[in-house]
């Protein structure tokens, strides 16, 4: 498991969520709090950066899936960016890339 981090800052009108290490069932209820608290804020669009996210589980997976589902209710966009292969293969084969947007 690699030390696991989260940090934000604001981009243009939206707010960066910048993912480093594993994101799992012990890191997951983390990111999804993170999410919360941004969406609560109301910004118009959240990016969830992963360029240095090497593993993600069911427990991650669900985490991005209930922030895409509470950003319909504040309008929010949501992008899932800098997946690489390991992360994108797991997001395209649980549907989340049919949800979310998802760039490399």
Not at 44 to 68: I, K, N, W
Request: charged share 20%; no cysteine.
């Amino acid at each position: 498991m690699s030390e696991f981090s989260i940090t934000t800052h604001t981009d243009g009108n939206g707010r960066v969520v910048h993912i480093v290490g594993d994101v799992d069932h012990a890191t997951a209820p983390e990111l999804s709090r993170v999410a919360h608290d941004l969406l609560t804020e109301g910004v118009p669009t959240l990016v969830f950066d992963v360029t240095e996210v090497p593993f993600l589980d069911s427990a991650g997976m669900s985490a991005f899936v209930r922030a895409h589902l509470k950003s319909k209710a504040f309008g929010t966009r949501v992008i899932i960016r800098g997946a690489g292969s390991a992360v994108r293969r797991a997001l395209q084969v649980a549907g989340i890339s049919e949800l979310v947007e998802v760039t490399t």
